[in-house]
């Protein structure tokens, strides 16, 4: 097998699998046509989602393209035999081992990984090279929930399902923007919402989409949710709250409501109004879930602001019992199955922990390895640093890019660039961290992998393959057996990641024993290929709610509640006046290796932006759609600027999507200080302490092209566009000659040009045989133009493509909001004026407006609020 390449031959197959995406975990039904046409639905059989699916998974057939595949393994770029690659990384991990000890080499792996490959790296790095520096990017996403979990309940157990949001009577989102980051939840609520009329409560500093058709906005002073359960721990046993008949179950209540009476209600920032309200809605409601996510995880306090919300939950015994609990959402479709696993440097596999002599040698006995890890490795941060400080000598990264999404972001790439010795696997060729490997290995991606995955709700599903790999692309798991073997190490003959997963089953048995509750044991024997989601525990014991009677994983057996000192982040200085909060948006996944690659998803919001409240921007001078250079100190961007009242004055948004591929100088994790929370060592990437500035830029460019360019200018970023490539671009100075500049840009001479030297226009088009292949419209100011239907006309005869907007007779649709059936906001609001579409409904049944996947319903109902309020104030 080493070393031979394959084509990609298509086969008519149709599978059932799973989303790639968000810890949803959505259940898909790939069919591919043979000819390497693939379709994807929702498939309606998979219990997290039953046939609904988000955009993002919409467009998964969009993007499993093999263009842009890393097709071969590479040393030092040049292509080479599997044999080689693989013998390489193996010998330079035995040479570092040899010469400085097993906590010179780390794996730093990922939440896209399936589990069979998080169990075969946990094996070899802790079980066999000896040292626990093995973490995953999940750090960045819930470690705080974890350690949240195992300080009060022994374990890192998630108590409910997904159905306890739709039985619950009041959902309380805190720091989760569920709409844009698990849709398909946030559908389900909705629609139980309908049904029966549950109040939903939205904890946030900044107005996102999933505060439209909620009760309830509390505009939290960011990073005072330990203050506000603080203080509902405090309204909850003052009001006669504490549960009876569940206080033997637990331990801690005096101490927790001791550090708890700390907290005031001028810490949180809200009006005695909405503090009254959402206090006496918590406590009056017994079926409530507090549902919790990145706003909660990425903190300083991180940890302590999971153990407030556990707090109130386990004071008033409202857990793991129907339609009530806390519940914390993964970010990553394997986060979970990856925590269960031991992909954290300070677990081992099946939640059995590290620091217990009794679990390692039993996990020891088991994997009959030579040594076992006996303390926690390093964490995510940690890691890197150890990497800078020359510690770790030889690193090996899977399916990841910490060089954009590790915080202090160019620190991280400057301590990867001068690492002794990078491997790097991933499905592309080109990413960030891709650049810096020494040794670059091309993974299988989605669509090509076989293996498991648990999503937030402990529902183990299958992923399975339906397409071939590309070229000489290689499972990770059989990556990280093959560099065991050859470091000499036995246990790693797998033939494939049914033998892996049989070996966890067994080893859950073990931990189950030990008194673990994670246990699958109960699927040793199952049929792995046609595998059904199933919920764990699935063993001897089965259980879909854990503690709704007590049994937590504690010594005594009874949940703590621990007492939490609430803290506000560190005021901001003079010089970095703003707080920057960074997040997702509704359309891309992380750094847009994928979804970067479907044209649709780059339509809602294809370029990196500052969300700024009014106030602020006039204040530091910015315009609508200028630039802002963001700086901190530890890095800079130059984002968009989009003026809103959505954010408070002071805390201003950015997302995290884009790469040195996509936007060099929209790295915003660049920004991002490695400040972490002292218990979990998840950083705290909501707030960055940031200065702004306006860009100073003499000209500001679109660009629509056929090709995919390569500009030379202070500010650019690109994006797909249906026919070709979007560009967005600004510079410091005007070139000499436009003319020639445009030419270099596009490798050929414009065939039409357009100058208005006084309005200090320039615009030029490149056509072939009439047809347009790209067209590039400059300005002293911000450039307003229609771009979707610019991108539209390339490939296509135009009449006058440096018109840059439609003829009278065809309007503009304006920027994408529903990105299924291509609806552009002009025509909504158009809808909207001519009174005909009043609800979400009509703006369906008039324009088909979210009637596919439902993603962009948050932002119709949005629109229609807005221009329903305007039409009351006229
Ligand atoms: Fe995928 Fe969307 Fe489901 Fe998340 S909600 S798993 S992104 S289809």
Redesign the pocket.
């Known amino acids: 097998m080493i070393g031979q390449a394959s084509t990609r031959t298509h086969l008519e197959t149709t599978v059932r699998t799973?989303?790639?995406?968000?810890?949803?975990?959505?259940g898909?039904v790939a069919a591919s046509d043979g000819k390497g046409g693939v379709t994807i639905m929702?498939d309606p059989d998979h219990p997290?989602?039953r046939g609904?699916?988000?955009?993002?998974?919409?467009a998964l057939a969009e993007t499993v393209t093999t263009t842009g595949r890393l097709m071969a393994p590479l040393i030092g770029g040049a292509e080479v035999g599997w044999s080689q690659a693989l013998d390489l990384i193996a010998e330079r991990f035995a040479q570092t081992i040899a010469r400085h000890g097993p906590d010179s080499v780390a794996l730093y792996v990922s939440g896209q990984f399936l589990t069979e490959d998080y169990y075969v790296a946990n094996k070899l790095m802790k079980g066999f090279i000896g040292s626990a520096n093995i973490d995953t990017n999940s750090r960045l996403c819930m470690a705080s929930s974890v350690a949240g979990h195992r300080r009060a309940f022994g374990s890192d157990t998630v108590p409910g399902q997904y159905e306890d949001l739709e039985l619950a009577d009041l959902v309380v989102l805190v720091g989760s923007n569920l709409a844009w980051c698990?849709?398909?939840?946030h559908q389900r609520v909705m629609a139980a919402r309908a049904e029966r009329g549950t109040k939903i409560i939205v904890i946030d500093p900044r107005w996102t989409a999933t505060c439209e058709g909620a009760d309830l906005h509390l505009p939290l002073a960011p990073g005072a949710d330990g203050h506000l359960f603080n203080l509902l721990l405090c309204h909850l046993y003052d009001h006669g709250l504490l549960a009876s008949d569940f206080a033997p179950h637990v331990t801690g209540v005096d101490a927790a409501l001791t550090a708890a009476r700390a907290s005031r209600a001028g810490d949180t920032g809200l009006s005695p109004a909405d503090l009254e309200r959402f206090l006496t809605l918590w406590a009056g409601t017994e079926k409530v879930v507090t549902v919790y996510s990145q706003g909660i995880n990425q903190s300083e306090s991180g940890t302590d602001k999971v153990n407030a919300i556990l707090n109130c939950h386990l004071l008033t015994g409202r857990i793991g019992r129907l339609g009530m609990g806390p519940f914390s959402m993964t970010g990553q479709?394997n986060a979970m199955g990856g925590r269960e696993v031991g992909g954290l440097a300070n677990m081992l596999a099946c939640h059995l922990e590290i620091e217990n002599p009794a679990h390692r040698a039993a996990v020891q006995g088991f994997w009959a390895s030579p040594v076992i890890a006996e303390r926690s490795g390093l964490k995510a941060v940690d890691m890197f640093r150890a990497v800078e400080e020359g510690r770790i000598k030889a690193l090996w990264i899977l399916h990841t890019n910490p060089a954009v999404t590790l915080p202090e972001a160019d620190r991280v790439a400057r301590a990867l660039a001068a690492c002794d010795f990078l491997a790097v696997s991933d499905i592309r060729a080109d990413t960030d961290t891709a650049r810096l490997a020494h040794v670059l290995l091309p993974a299988t991606g989605w669509g090509e992998k076989d293996g498991t995955v648990t999503n937030s709700e402990r529902m183990i599903s299958r992923q399975r393959a339906f397409l071939p790999a590309p070229g000489q692309a290689r499972p990770d798991w059989w990556q990280l057996a093959e560099v065991a073997r050859r470091m000499g190490f036995q246990g790693f003959d797998w033939t494939g990641p049914a033998e892996i997963f049989r070996e966890y089953t067994r080893l859950s048995a073990l931990a189950a024993e030990l008194g673990s509750d994670f246990d699958i044991s109960g699927l040793t024997d199952a049929d792995y290929d046609h595998l059904e989601p199933v919920t764990w525990p699935h063993g001897r014991a089965s259980a879909r709610r854990f503690f709704g009677d007590g049994g937590f994983h504690t010594p005594d057996g009874r949940g703590r509640l621990v007492p939490v000192v609430a803290r506000l982040p560190d005021a901001t200085t003079p010089d970095y006046p703003f707080r920057l909060n960074t997040g997702r948006i509704r359309d891309q996944?992380h750094t847009m290796t994928r979804t970067g690659i479907a044209p649709r998803l780059s339509q809602h919001l294809g370029e990196p932006f500052l969300e700024i409240h009014p106030a602020d921007a006039a204040c530091r001078g910015l315009g609508p759609a200028t630039l802002a250079e963001v700086t901190s100190p530890h890095g800079s961007a130059i984002l968009r600027v989009l003026l809103s009242d959505r954010v408070a004055p002071g805390h201003p948004f950015a997302p995290m999507h884009w790469t040195a591929q996509t936007a060099p100088t929209g790295r915003v994790d660049a920004l991002v200080p490695a400040l972490t929370d002292p218990v979990s060592g998840q950083p705290a990437s909501k707030s960055a302490a940031v200065s702004i500035r306006p860009f100073p830029a003499a000209w500001y460019a679109f660009a629509v092209a056929r090709n995919d360019l390569n500009p030379a200018c202070e500010y650019w970023a690109k994006s797909r566009a249906a026919g070709g490539w979007h560009l967005e671009l600004a510079g410091m100075a005007a070139p000499a000659d436009w003319t020639d500049w445009v030419g270099a840009l596009f490798g050929t001479e414009p065939t039409v040009a357009l100058s208005d030297r006084a309005r200090g226009l320039q615009r030029f088009a490149f056509t072939e045989n009439g047809l347009l292949q790209g067209a590039i419209f400059i300005s002293t100011e911000p450039v307003l133009l229609a771009r979707s239907y610019l991108a539209g006309l390339l490939g296509k005869l135009a009449e006058r493509p440096l018109a840059g907007r439609p003829g009278i007779d065809q309007p503009d649709p304006g920027p994408t909001i529903c990105a299924c059936l291509n609806v552009g906001l002009n025509t909504i609001l158009r809808s909207l004026a001519d009174g005909t579409s009043p609800s979400v409904r009509a703006l369906g049944k008039a324009l088909g407006a979210g009637t596919n996947c439902g993603s962009c319903r948050p932002e119709l109902a949005a629109l229609i609020h807005r221009h329903s309020h305007r039409e009351a104030a006229e």
Do not use: D, F
């Open positions: 799973t989303c790639p995406y968000c810890g949803v975990g959505c898909v929702g997290a989602n609904r699916i988000c955009i993002k998974g919409a698990h849709p398909v939840l479709p996944w």
